[in-house]
């Protein structure tokens, strides 16, 4: 069984009914067991800065799904809320990442052309962090707790 942290966003249109939609598609499904999302935050644009302000969040959830069975349903969801893939970083509908896994208690590592996981970018987004630590509080990284990277990144 795998535990997964799901950084979820969206700026274009409804974006609380995207990311809700999603989430309840998401926890009915007979693979996805004990599913929990944190709070939804206003966020600016990172990256690509020219683009209306995020509704970012977390999910977290444990399944039997490997990690390219997982991106595949979260593709899937990302494509029925008509997510269209023109800018790096720029405007979607719903954007959903793997950010942590996990498997008997270990972060499990996972790298090849169609996923990358811990996610490349994800201890340097403060809004990924501050939704992450609401699932997760005692998360270290690199022998650096949640909370102390988190006080770096908010100077």
Known sequence: MYTYFIGVGSNLGDR???????????????DIYNAHTSTL??????????QD??????????????????????????????????IHWGPRT???DIILIYKDD???????ESLTVPH??????????KSLMELLPDFIYDGISIKDRLSVLDI
């Open 16 to 30: 609380y009914r995207y990311i809700d939609e999603a989430f309840q598609s998401f926890q009915t499904r007979h």
């Open 41 to 50: 935050i206003e966020t600016e644009p990172w990256g690509y800065k020219d």
């Open 53 to 86: 302000t995020f509704i970012n969040g977390m999910w977290s959830c444990e399944s039997s799904l490997s990690p390219h069975d997982m991106l595949e349903v979260l593709q899937n969801l990302e494509r029925t809320a008509g997510r269209e893939r023109h």
């Open 94 to 96: 719903l954007d959903l």
């Open 106 to 112: 270990r972060l499990l590592s996972v790298e090849d």
């Open 120 to 129: 490349p970018y994800f201890w340097e987004r403060d809004f990924v962090l």
